[in-house]
């Protein structure tokens, strides 16, 4: 397998460890990761200018395009977006139009290639027999929490990811590790990050109601495999007091700390997940 790697603005400057991690698991799977000159998906200015937000989006889909691969993600915010800007493209001629004269200026064509959320890639039947295959640590008697993430799911009829209302693609890249996935109620709930600057209250809100029913499941993790979720399950919660009750939940940790613990893969940046 081969795709054009699109980590995201984020991974870089506050999350490296999920860009190491994305990176010698699918090494380790065969799947190659080509890097482009990608810019922003362009989801944190859709409020601000739509065009630019699609447009952002179309950019990168005709770099894509213009190499005849199909893009893979490990945020849930990029993918969302840019199927988002897929669809609209392909619904709006008007917006198309403007698109296309837009690209032209940059030496660019529309491209409309395929774009993937590793999830997707790792819960394909193939590569989730070689993920199993290149387990040498079981993760037996690990209990995770399996977050989905809001913009990988909604709205379904776009992102085309999974069974909206009950996704199992996680859960089975979970088990094929040999950890157990916990059934939690709030597991499809947003995670908090999209509303963080807007309202500081709801955000911790929404977190500590997740945080708390990973818990009440019995989960000695939240596991993740969005930039955005991580960052508020793991970075937002240190910069709370010592004695915030979310302190005491259930760590949060990326899908591929999981997998690079039972590879037995040694990643310089990656942190090693608290199995008891």
Same mark, same amino acid.
């Given at each position: 397998?081969?795709?054009? $790697?699109?980590?995201?603005?984020?991974?870089?400057?506050?999350? !490296?460890?999920?860009?190491?991690?994305? *990176?010698?698991?699918?090494?380790?799977?065969?799947?190659?990761?080509?890097?482009?000159?990608?810019?922003?998906?362009?989801?944190?200015?859709?409020?601000?200018?739509?065009?630019?937000?699609? $447009?952002?989006?179309? $950019?990168?889909?005709?770099?894509?395009?213009?190499?005849?691969?199909? #893009?893979?993600?490990?945020?849930?915010?990029?993918?969302?977006?840019?199927?988002?800007?897929?669809?609209?493209?392909?619904? =709006?001629?008007?917006?198309?139009?403007?698109?296309?004269?837009?690209?032209? +200026?940059?030496?660019?064509? !529309?491209?409309?290639? *395929?774009?993937?959320?590793?999830?997707?890639?790792?819960?394909?039947?193939?590569?989730?027999?070689?993920?199993?295959?290149?387990?040498? =640590?079981?993760?037996?008697?690990?209990?995770?929490?399996?977050? $989905?993430?809001?913009?990988?799911?909604?709205?379904? =009829?776009?992102?085309?990811?999974?069974?909206?209302?009950?996704?199992?693609?996680?859960?089975?890249?979970?088990?094929?590790?040999?950890?157990?996935?916990? !059934?939690?109620?709030?597991?499809?709930?947003?995670?908090?990050? !999209?509303?963080?600057?807007?309202? %500081?209250?709801?955000?911790?809100?929404?977190?500590?109601?997740?945080?708390?029913?990973?818990?009440?499941?019995?989960?000695?993790?939240?596991?993740?495999?969005?930039?955005?979720?991580?960052?508020?399950?793991?970075?937002?919660? %240190?910069?709370?007091?010592?004695?915030?009750?979310?302190?005491?939940?259930?760590?949060?940790? +990326? #899908?591929?700390?999981?997998? =690079?613990?039972?590879?037995?893969?040694?990643?310089?940046?990656?942190?090693?997940?608290?199995?008891?």
């Amino acid at each position: 397998m081969r795709f054009a $790697y699109f980590p995201g603005c984020k991974i870089a400057r506050h999350l !490296p460890e999920y860009g190491a991690g994305v *990176e010698a698991v699918c090494g380790a799977l065969g799947i190659e990761l080509v890097p482009l000159e990608f810019a922003c998906c362009g989801w944190p200015l859709r409020d601000e200018s739509y065009f630019a937000s699609v $447009y952002s989006a179309a $950019y990168n889909l005709a770099l894509a395009g213009q190499e005849g691969l199909a #893009i893979m993600t490990p945020c849930k915010c990029c993918f969302g977006q840019l199927k988002h800007a897929q669809a609209r493209l392909r619904s =709006s001629p008007k917006l198309a139009a403007e698109v296309r004269r837009h690209l032209a +200026l940059d030496g660019l064509r !529309p491209g409309q290639p *395929e774009v993937h959320h590793l999830l997707s890639i790792l819960g394909d039947d193939v590569v989730l027999q070689a993920v199993g295959k290149n387990v040498v =640590s079981p993760l037996t008697g690990f209990k995770a929490a399996c977050h $989905y993430g809001c913009h990988a799911l909604r709205p379904s =009829s776009v992102t085309g990811f999974d069974d909206p209302l009950n996704p199992t693609v996680f859960e089975r890249v979970v088990a094929s590790l040999g950890a157990e996935a916990v !059934p939690w109620d709030l597991r499809l709930e947003c995670c908090g990050h !999209p509303v963080l600057e807007r309202d %500081r209250e709801i955000s911790l809100g929404l977190m500590e109601a997740k945080l708390s029913s990973a818990r009440a499941a019995g989960a000695d993790a939240v596991v993740t495999a969005c930039t955005y979720c991580q960052m508020q399950f793991d970075t937002g919660r %240190r910069r709370l007091p010592a004695e915030h009750v979310l302190q005491n939940a259930p760590q949060a940790v +990326l #899908i591929t700390q999981l997998m =690079s613990r039972a590879f037995g893969l040694s990643i310089s940046g990656i942190k090693d997940v608290n199995i008891a």
